[in-house]
């Protein structure tokens, strides 16, 4: 029963893989940018979820499935693009695929009749254009035969159960015809009188004599699904002695071009399947490695340079083969955020049907590569970012034609890689923030006191708080004030900020910042008297030791430092963590110019630097809990905990933009988003 459930395990990843790619071939449908192995792609995909479906009896994922590709089988058979209208129900189609494949994952059933009024769609659709294409002249046959052609004889008996298994000979035989020339004889000799047969039992077999150019491997997978559902031999028959030294004399262009295209399928990439916890486990090993290795080099580093030469040169090589080895196994828990992308173009269409909106979804930047498991928490905030976009951003068609714009409002959703960090941005062109609203209902809902005087910043922040919603009735899709807490909760899980701007009238745009990876990072290693902090190298731009005519003190901002004719906030880290007995005059210590993306430089007050480090990256929340101004922690050589520096967090602290405003106790209070 485990080896049954590892199969279906399988299986079901890979269906998500498939409707994956499906989603992505249907927006290059809907944009213009297919073309003919665009169509086979989407054949391909949904017949391998049939077929695999068929091996596990999931018939009702199966009968839809075979419904869907009937309609792809027609289109490409023909090489006929769809038009919109078609293109359109081939997603709403693969909605509904999607659907039976998560109930049959979760081994429970859709109700009666889900998938019947798309099915019946997609029945008429094929109707229709096979009438159209029955009409059309065959094409004109090849006049004389390319001398790289080979013959085959194929004999194909199905078992009686093939139909029970969701397969149908016609496809395949119509997948042979476009190798090459196929003449087909049907063996009736297995056929039983009218009165026995078994309307559900497949008799015939088939004799296939086919010329083709292409490799055997093409002709083998045409037979993948059936292969074990059937009696089966593919026999090559041999060369006229004509062909043969015709063929010798050109073994470049002519005989050359069947073997060049099985080279090349010989040479693709391949993969396999590996669990997700022994990656973990390897990700787990590379990280003790890597304290080790820093341990042993702090060691080393005590001992005089010429008593073990071999020693010191051993453990730098040592050193970068594990940075190598570091970055293999981060690469391979890397994935791009299209796999959470995908889902969304399905949940704008949904929620703006249920709102009444016309909306349209733009995704760009989704072959971004993300660490798996922050890729994993990113679905449910990009729900509720998207849900928000549609019921309090996007207007009604007759709001938005009244305010000059166009019926169908337009949300962009991209990703990108910015100062070593992964951002998310989500943005719409609909009616922005009202701030006079909100600060109204959070005054209603005693959220913030009602003379409390806000900024913009902080009235946009509001929308954050827990129980927090403009939403004048409570529906399915609003109204209850669960959704923006959410949001700013597990991005501050994954030690990531989220920021909004806004223009009224214009749209807003939130930006997810999040950390590439959890595991492992570079960092500088800084004193700060006894205590020993990392600052992520990647948002480190300069280290400087100033003098004192650098030094300008600003009544109730603190200190700034000038620079080149800027002036950057300068943070006292000793102050702010409360460490006694660390240098308190920047112009005696080292001050790190750091930036945060979107967030501007400051200025880190530190002891000393004692140099660049690879440190393993463990959760603070989780071992202990947040702290503001702290993404993590981790292990150094000397086996002490040093805390891991949240740029963003701290210049917020060193940039207090007024004095804070007066909330309600127990209603929590906005981050300063700017």
């Given amino acids: 029963m485990a080896a049954i459930d590892q199969f279906k395990n399988t299986y079901f990843e890979e269906c998500s893989e498939l409707i994956e790619a499906l989603y992505a071939h249907l927006t290059d449908f809907a944009e213009g940018r297919s073309d003919c192995d665009t169509m086979h792609a989407v054949f391909r995909a949904v017949h391998s ?22 309609l792809l089988d027609i289109l490409r058979s023909q090489g006929l693009a769809p038009s919109a209208e078609t293109t359109s129900l081939f997603v709403v189609s693969t909605d509904i695929l999607a659907d039976l494949v998560d109930a049959a994952r979760g081994d429970r059933d859709l109700p009666p009749g889900f998938e019947d009024e798309t099915a019946a769609l997609l029945e008429k659709t094929a109707a229709q254009f096979d009438r159209r294409t029955r009409s059309l002249p065959e094409p004109a046959e090849a006049s004389e035969p ?15 159960d093939l139909f029970k298994r969701a397969n149908e000979p016609l496809l395949i035989l119509r997948e042979l015809k476009r190798l090459g020339e196929a003449r087909i004889e049907a063996d009736l000799g297995s056929l039983p009188d009218l009165s026995e047969i078994e309307p559900e039992q497949a008799y ?19 037979f993948d699904f059936v ?5 089966l031999s593919i026999v090559e028959r041999p060369l006229p002695n004509a062909v043969r030294e015709e063929a010798a004399r050109q073994p470049a262009a002519a005989v050359s071009g069947g073997l060049e295209s099985a080279r090349s399928e010989q040479g693709s990439p391949r993969s396999i399947r590996v669990d997700v916890e022994k990656v973990d486990r390897v990700v787990n090993l590379v990280g003790e490695l890597v304290i080790n290795q820093a341990m042993l080099s702090q060691f080393s580093g005590a001992l005089p340079p010429d008593l073990c030469p071999g020693l010191v040169n051993g453990l730098e090589t040592l050193s970068q083969h594990l940075r190598e ?10 994935q791009p955020v299209k796999s959470v992308f995908s889902r969304m173009p399905r949940l704008v269409r949904e929620v703006a049907g249920q709102l009444g909106k016309e909306a349209r979804l733009v995704v760009t930047g989704e072959a971004t590569e993300i660490d798996k498991t922050v890729i994993e928490q990113l679905a449910d905030p990009l729900t509720h970012l998207l849900r928000n976009a549609l019921d309090h951003g996007i207007e009604t068609p007759e709001e938005r034609e009244a305010a000059g714009k166009a019926r169908q409002g337009t949300i962009h959703l991209s990703a990108g890689h910015r ?94 910042s999040l950390p590439l990876t959890l595991a492992v990072l570079d960092g500088m290693v800084v004193a700060v008297g006894a205590e020993t902090y990392i600052v992520p190298l990647t948002q480190i731009r300069e280290s400087l030791r100033p003098v004192e005519g650098d030094i300008h003190p600003v009544i109730g901002q603190g200190d700034l430092l000038a620079i080149r004719g800027d002036y950057v906030p300068l943070l006292y880290l000793h102050r702010h963590f409360g460490v006694a007995d660390a240098v308190t005059d920047p112009c005696r210590g080292t001050v790190v110019i750091v930036e945060s993306e979107g967030e501007g430089r400051i200025g880190l007050a530190v002891d000393e630097l004692l140099g660049q480090q690879q440190v393993v990256v463990k959760s603070l929340e989780t071992n202990y809990g947040p702290v503001e101004g702290i993404s993590g922690a981790t292990i150094l050589g000397n086996g002490r905990v040093a805390l891991i520096l949240d740029i963003g967090g701290l210049r917020k602290a060193a940039v207090p933009s007024r004095p804070a405003p007066s909330f309600v106790a127990g209603a929590g209070a906005p981050d300063n988003l700017h």
Wanted: charged fraction near 25%; include cysteine.
């Fill in 227 to 231: 292969r074990d559902e059937c009696d």
């Fill in 325 to 334: 080895l570091q970055e293999s196994v981060m690469a391979m828990r890397a």
């Fill in 146 to 160: 390319v001398a790289c052609e080979r013959d085959y004889d194929i004999v194909f008996a199905p078992h009686p």
């Fill in 204 to 222: 015939v077999g088939w004799h296939i004599a086919l010329r083709t150019s292409v490799p055997r491997s093409a002709i083998d997978e045409i």
């Fill in 419 to 512: 100062s070593g960090r992964i951002v998310i941005e989500i943005s719409d062109d609909g009616r922005g923030i009202n701030r006079a609203k909100v600060l109204a209902k959070a005054e209603e809902r005693g959220l913030i006191a009602p003379s409390a005087s806000l900024s913009d910043e902080e009235i946009d922040g509001l929308i954050f708080l827990p129980g927090f919603s403009t939403a004048e009735n409570v529906s399915s899709i609003s109204g209850r004030g669960v959704g923006m807490d959410v949001v700013k909760r597990n991005m501050q899980a994954l030690g990531g900020r989220i920021t909004v701007e806004s223009r009224f009238g214009a749209g807003s745009r939130f930006n997810l």
């Fill in 49 to 70: 979820i049939k077929g695999g479906g068929g091996a596990f009896g999931f018939e009702r994922l199966v009968q839809y499935a075979h419904t869907f590709e009937t």
